[in-house]
């Protein structure tokens, strides 16, 4: 089976897709796609997913998969990396939509304004403080989470990882530091030791 992934490679939701394909050593055409300059907007893109974003994987024969978690978990399907243990499994899907909802929103918006847009905090004001905020309050729920783990899920290394690496990793391209966090800083370490890992940027 043939696969395409439509990806803008500073993604933190595209690289879980990558890092995912990496690990399980599944073979991709990549295709950059420029979401600065609203690529994802036009009426070809458009076509393939109606939604407008990054991550979309073309899958031969049978057609297109958006969302990031969505695409992860199809292809890691049968793996290690999906438990196949029901309260397993949805422990990871407990992690992966704290990571949506909680984690992706604020820490990933404030790497975006700051780090890619190059925006500065008195353009953003009090949009950026409260994002900030948040996303330090899911940092917190992070470090909670990995109390006497060396991964989230398992004792072993799973897609909650791949999810909530993505961002956390970059995090301080934000500015958001993670310095009062020495659970996640020693997780981080475990997760780039792990098989065929590549840098963010890497396609």
């Not at 879980?16 to 399980?24: D, E, F, G, I």
């Not at 907007?41 to 076509?47: H, I």
């Not at 961002?167 to 030791?193: C, F, K, N, Q």
Request: net charge neutral; no cysteine.
């Amino acid at each position: 089976m043939q696969y395409t992934l439509y990806d803008y490679l500073p993604s933190g939701n595209g690289y879980k897709v990558r890092l995912t394909a990496k690990y399980l050593n599944i073979p991709y055409r990549l295709v950059e796609v420029d979401i600065l300059k609203r690529a994802t907007r036009t009426p070809e893109f458009l076509e393939k997913n109606p939604n407008g974003r990054i991550p979309l994987l073309e899958i031969e024969g049978r057609g297109f998969l958006w969302e990031s978690h969505a695409i992860i978990s199809f292809l890691a399907e049968g793996s290690e990396l999906m438990p196949a243990d029901p309260w397993q499994r949805a422990r990871v899907w407990q992690w992966l939509s704290f990571e949506q909802y909680n984690l992706e929103p604020n820490v990933a918006t404030v790497r975006f304004w700051v780090g890619i847009q190059r925006k500065t905090a008195a353009e953003l004001g009090d949009r950026l403080t409260e994002k900030v905020a948040r996303g330090y309050e899911a940092l917190a729920v992070l470090e909670t989470g990995l109390q006497g783990k060396e991964f989230l899920v398992a004792d072993r290394f799973t897609l909650a990882d791949i999810s909530l690496y993505a961002y956390t990793h970059v995090a301080a391209e934000g500015g958001m530091s993670l310095d009062d966090y020495p659970r996640i800083r020693a997780w981080i370490t475990r997760v780039a030791a792990q098989p065929r890992h590549a840098p963010i940027t890497a396609g």
